[in-house]
Nanobody, 116 residues
């Protein structure tokens, strides 16, 4: 059974930093393009960043230069380092593959709240 467990969220002041982790019990983790998503209240879930199995990254314009996505294939863990946080970054953050499928159910996510 695939399980995605996000952690590391919290409350931070604008300009601060947080690091998120996602433990993924996916056997083929190392070859999948993994991603971080976020969903703010009343808004649709949006793609934040992706990383290929060998570490190539891509970012939404809104986080480019501030967030860093990375992974440890041996630990089947995905990371998101978030710097220079702003109130607009407030959302529940989720990890999943870059092409979510029913076999990869969404986890509970982790709440990130940024105060001004």
């Amino acid at each position: 059974q695939v399980l995605l467990v996000e952690s590391g969220g919290g409350l931070v002041q604008a300009g601060g930093s947080l690091g998120l982790s996602c433990a993924a019990s996916i056997r083929s983790f190392g070859i999948l393009i993994m991603a971080w998503y976020r969903q703010a209240p009343g808004q649709q879930r949006e793609l934040v960043a992706t990383v290929t199995g060998d570490g190539a990254t891509n970012y939404a314009d809104s986080v480019k230069g501030r967030f860093i996505i990375s992974r440890d294939n041996g630990k089947r863990t995905l990371y998101l380092q978030m710097n220079s946080l702003a109130p607009d970054d407030t959302a529940v953050y989720y990890c999943n593959t870059a092409n979510p499928l029913p076999r990869y159910p969404w986890g509970q996510g982790t709440q990130v709240s940024v105060s001004s």
